[in-house]
């Protein structure tokens, strides 16, 4: 994956809450064996009419937000099925961040493991940010991960959240793959001290998270 650090692209907004899977990526797409070629139909019933031309009205097929890297929409985005599609069609697309207020816990596991960054902010926030996208033409956001900052083109700036392993595996363009390669060291230390099944001691479990 690619590493990711810092980001500016012009932002599009989706002003809808529970955007859900199918709605992101409907089910008739759903026929490819690899991630690439989602990016067409993202948003499919609402960017094209029943003719299949584009919907003028939809603002992803505004000229104003031709090119956008960073989506921005309400709460509870990513919900209903748990295809792992959604996120590589928004990916495909040619997003890097998604901006809402929530995301449902499978889509954000698809997403981390692609290298889409999610950016969970609070709702008023995340509304204010919608009007200052439609407000401003070209409007821009500077995601900076390594300063877990969120900036926008007049000013506006915001500190975001995010797991101490999802910021390193995103920042540095790591897969599950990479991830565990990262630790090779440590494994092979482990290894190398217990050679045979029965000198592996495991530690006793402890319900905060801590080995004892």
Not at 35 to 43: I, N, P
Not at 103 to 127: C, Q, R
């Amino acid at each position: 994956m690619e590493p990711f650090r810092t980001y500016t692209a012009v932002a599009a907004y989706l002003d809808r809450s529970n955007v859900d899977t199918d709605l992101i990526i409907p089910k008739q797409f759903l026929k490819r064996i690899d991630r690439a070629g989602f990016g067409q139909h993202l948003f499919n019933d609402l960017r094209f009419l029943e003719d299949g031309t584009p919907d003028p009205d939809f603002v992803l097929n505004s000229p104003r937000y031709k090119g956008a890297g960073v989506l921005v929409s309400l709460d509870n985005f990513g919900c209903g099925s748990s295809r792992e599609h959604a996120a590589w069609a928004i990916r495909d697309y040619g997003f890097r961040t998604v901006v809402a207020a929530g995301f449902a816990d499978i889509f954000s596991g698809n997403s981390l493991k692609i290298g889409l960054l999610l950016v969970d902010l609070p709702l008023g926030e995340v509304k204010d940010l919608i009007r200052r996208i439609r407000e401003n033409e070209g409007y821009e956001i500077t995601v900076n991960l390594e300063k877990r900052t969120l900036a926008g083109s007049d000013g506006w700036k915001r500190e975001f959240g995010i797991d101490a392993y999802s910021r390193e595996k995103i920042l540095h363009g790591y897969d599950d793959i990479d991830a565990t390669l990262a630790l090779e060291k440590y494994i092979r230390r482990y290894e190398e001290a217990h050679r045979e099944p029965w000198q592996a001691v495991l530690p006793e479990w402890d319900p905060e998270g801590r080995e004892s």
